[in-house]
């Protein structure tokens, strides 16, 4: 017998939750496993709080963290894995892209003794462009980055009581679950599923803020791109070397008066752009830094299940009401 936990991140979702948490119990039950779901809100604009304090209150396998404003999901999947009580714990998420019939099969390959399992969507239904995008930035990620990661590897896994244990005991702010789910190690497990559409509602990640996060990979992992950075000045700075001498011979030894103002141009635009691009990697390093001396808590919490006061005939618990905690 393992007690699973079930950590849904939900921002806007109220359209999508209870479907989901219905589809999610529909599928958890058959497995008499005990469990437990730990939503958290990540201060959502619609009914999704007021929908889980139903859930709740309906229900005492259901837990949920609300957080004052919206964090992103990385604060709040951490915030859900720190409530999770479980011997194994899945992280998936409320708008039924995850689908929640996989997680007994999860259950069951985490019984061979795998500490993560890892379900990965394949690109099925996917715009042709996100599609080879995302397959080029896992190219340049693969050759950057000193932790491995997947494509189609997200955050649909189930990870052991230990495994959680470690990704809890990291205390860095710039979270970036998927490297840190690498960077942990310990026997992991894949198998595939089909990509499916969110059920309703809309995704949050535009363009940009899929560019965001890319970049906070590409970062909150190694040093890689300032090392890189470095091999382009010198790289520059020897084939500047080399031209220099060059139009020098020429003059001296063959008497070639070169008209030079177009490369004078051309190599001080190149210079210039390298440069500034250069220092924006050196100042997002130091951004990190200014962010991770502050220490500041990943989150805020507003509200939680224990200030809902459940049905008493279906839990048998008399919880106290009203108070929210306000800090993590
Ligand atoms: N999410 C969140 N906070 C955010 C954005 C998203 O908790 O700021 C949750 C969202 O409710 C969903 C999951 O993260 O459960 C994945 O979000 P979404 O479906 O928008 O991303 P996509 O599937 O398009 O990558
Ligand atoms: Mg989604």
Redesign the pocket.
Known sequence: MVHLSVV??????AEVIDTFHTALVAALEPTRETFEICY?D?GSSDRTLQRLRHLAADDPRVRFTSFSR????EP??LAGLRTAGGDAVVL????L?HPPELVPRMLEMHRHGYDQVVAQRDRAGEGAVRSSLSRAYYRLVRRCMDVQLVDGE?DFRLLSRRAVDCVLSLPESNRFSKGIFSWIGFDSVSFTYQNVE?AA?????GGRRLLNYGIDGLLSFNTRPLRLAIHTGLCLFLSALAYALWIIGSDLFVGIDTPGYTTLLTVIVALGGIQLATLGVVGEYVGRIYHEAKRRPHYVVRETETSVSRVPARSGLGTPGGRARTTS
Request: glycine letters at 12%.
């Open positions: 849904v991140p939900c921002f806007n979702e958290v990540d919206n964090f992103g999901k709040a999947m998936m998420d409320a708008d892209q997200g969110r509602g809309e995704s949050k990640w």
